[in-house]
């Protein structure tokens, strides 16, 4: 995925991949997003998107759920085998377990159809914010150490990497936005609508489901007892 920063002049537009089967849905999200600038990709099945996504240089996804071929759920498993480009997935019922799917096959966020051109919009860039992120050149003199430490967990704030026993994890940008603010305050509970608010960038109430399960997807990344859950509260980063 190529790096760019949304809002600023760059050399091409932010390249957006749409896997809808239903072709007035999927031309209505082709001709909204193009009007805001971007370019856009379509494709009418989950395989013809798979080979989409291989053939082309795109800056974030928005998958259906409901596709003939391969579904989305299982279309946004294959991609994340390959990539961390950020996925949005669309769902026509909004049913709870097609969002629980979604999410745990890797997708950073949904919508529900019909699609408001605006809420696509707002998480479309909100995903790119999230995928461009970069800290500062270095930290401020009164702060520690950029390369923190948890146990054998390594969090490099200015390189943004991440080891595990010395073994490099491989995190999407949301999954690694999302350790960023653990490790920014260790021990310290967090609720999940200040987290929903930080790293979803959500400036109304969103849907909780999101952290939970970007939770879990971590934790089986960077070990299952490193994040405790506070019941009632939020989470915790584990100090040792």
């Given at each position: 995925m190529r790096a760019r920063t949304e809002g600023l002049q760059t050399a091409e537009p932010v390249?957006?991949?749409?896997?809808?089967d239903d072709a007035t849905i999927r031309r209505a999200v082709q001709l909204a997003l193009e009007r805001y600038g971007y370019r856009v990709d379509v494709a009418?099945?989950?395989?013809?998107?798979?080979?989409?996504?291989?053939?082309?240089?795109?800056?974030?996804?928005?998958?259906?759920?409901m596709l003939p071929e391969l579904d989305g759920i299982g279309?946004?498993?294959?991609?994340?085998?390959?990539?961390?480009?950020?996925?949005?997935m669309m769902s026509a019922r909004g049913d709870a377990l097609d969002v629980v799917a979604g999410l745990e096959a890797g997708a950073d966020?949904?919508?529900?159809?019909?699609?408001?051109t605006a809420v696509?919009?707002?998480?479309?860039?909100?995903?790119?914010?999230?995928?461009?992120?970069?800290?500062?050149?270095?930290?401020?003199?009164?702060?520690?150490?950029?390369?923190?430490?948890?146990?054998d967990l390594t969090?490099?704030?200015?390189?943004?990497?991440?080891?595990?026993?010395?073994?490099?994890?491989?995190?999407t940008p949301t999954e690694l936005r999302?350790?960023?603010?653990?490790?920014?305050?260790?021990?310290?509970?967090?609720?999940?609508?200040?987290?929903?608010?930080?790293?979803?960038d959500y400036g109304w109430e969103g849907d909780t489901r999101v952290?939970?399960?970007?939770?879990?997807?971590?934790?089986k990344k960077i070990g299952s007892g490193r994040i405790e859950t506070v019941r009632g509260f939020g989470y915790k980063l584990v100090r040792g």
């Open positions: 390249g957006v991949l749409v896997v809808e009418a099945d989950g395989l013809s998107g798979l080979e989409a996504f291989r053939a082309g240089a795109h800056d974030l996804l928005i998958l259906d759920v279309l946004c498993r294959r991609i994340r085998e390959e990539s961390s480009v950020p996925v949005l966020d949904y919508v529900i159809k019909p699609v408001d696509m919009v707002a998480r479309i860039r909100a995903l790119l914010r999230r995928a461009t992120f970069r800290p500062a050149a270095s930290p401020p003199p009164e702060a520690p150490d950029h390369v923190l430490a948890f146990g969090v490099d704030t200015l390189g943004m990497e991440v080891r595990r026993a010395g073994e490099t994890v491989s995190l999302l350790l960023l603010e653990f490790a920014a305050a260790p021990g310290s509970v967090l609720d999940r609508r200040r987290l929903l608010r930080d790293v979803w952290v939970d399960l970007c939770v879990l997807r971590l934790r």
